[in-house]
């Protein structure tokens, strides 16, 4: 079957470093995307990730490695508007979003 | 430009009944997703049209269906409500790349179904 894993929660101190890993298990792979989404809102796109390697946009970075179904968002400089949850999502064969749960991400001062 | 629009914004219906949600997409996308959301579950697919086609669906019975227009618009449709169908319904939309993944979906605010 397909899957997607990732952490449930974290928590980080404000203007640290934090990594969210995501493991998945796909009928093909056409990329992997990472969402944010504050609580009561919506999702909002953050990444895209289709080869492997690191891509980083500003204070985010995520990266992949497709052989080891392995990806993972990194959130430097932590800010408290940063506490939300981080949904991965792995596009398959049929280019079909399989969703994780999402990490919910606590920042404390 | 406009976002993704969905109406109602919210809804209270009763077990039995049936609901139609509307989505417009963001002019130009072709793609439209619908998702369902509950505390705790995250995101759950239920289905994708792409040019007026059904191109994927989830994990979902019968009674959840949709249909995409030829503007793109999409509704969804669930016949014969249950209590557990209460949630947030999201609509997303997106431009598909040449390669056939639909990139960057924007998410419409969802309407708020409570089945009474």
């Known amino acids: 079957g397909q899957n997607i894993d990732q952490p449930t929660e974290m928590t980080a101190t404000e203007g640290a470093i934090v990594q969210i890993n995501c493991t998945y298990q796909t009928s093909g792979f056409n990329g992997l995307f990472w969402y944010q989404q504050h609580a009561g809102e919506a999702p909002t796109f953050l990444s895209y990730?289709?080869l492997d390697g690191l891509e980083e946009k500003g204070r985010f970075s995520s990266f992949l490695s497709r052989s080891k179904g392995y990806s993972y968002l990194l959130l430097k400089e932590l800010q408290m508007k940063d506490s939300a949850s981080y949904l991965c999502a792995a596009s398959d064969s049929n280019y079909q979003l399989i969703w994780g749960a999402g990490t919910k991400l606590i920042i404390k001062p | 430009k406009a976002g993704v629009t969905q109406t109602p914004r919210y809804l209270i219906k009763t077990r039995g009944q049936q609901v139609t949600l509307s989505c417009s997409p963001i002019s130009g996308h072709r793609s439209v997703s619908w998702y369902q959301q509950t505390p705790g579950q995250g995101l759950q697919f239920l289905f994708e049209y792409f040019s007026e086609t059904q191109r994927n669906k989830g994990n979902f019975p019968g009674r959840f269906s949709g249909r995409q227009f030829s503007n793109s618009r999409s509704e969804m449709n669930v016949s014969t409500l249950e209590l557990g169908d209460s949630a947030l319904y999201l609509c997303a939309s997106s431009f598909v790349l040449a390669g056939g993944v639909a990139y960057e979906q924007y998410f419409g605010p969802g309407t708020r179904l409570t089945v009474t």
């Open positions: 990730n289709v």
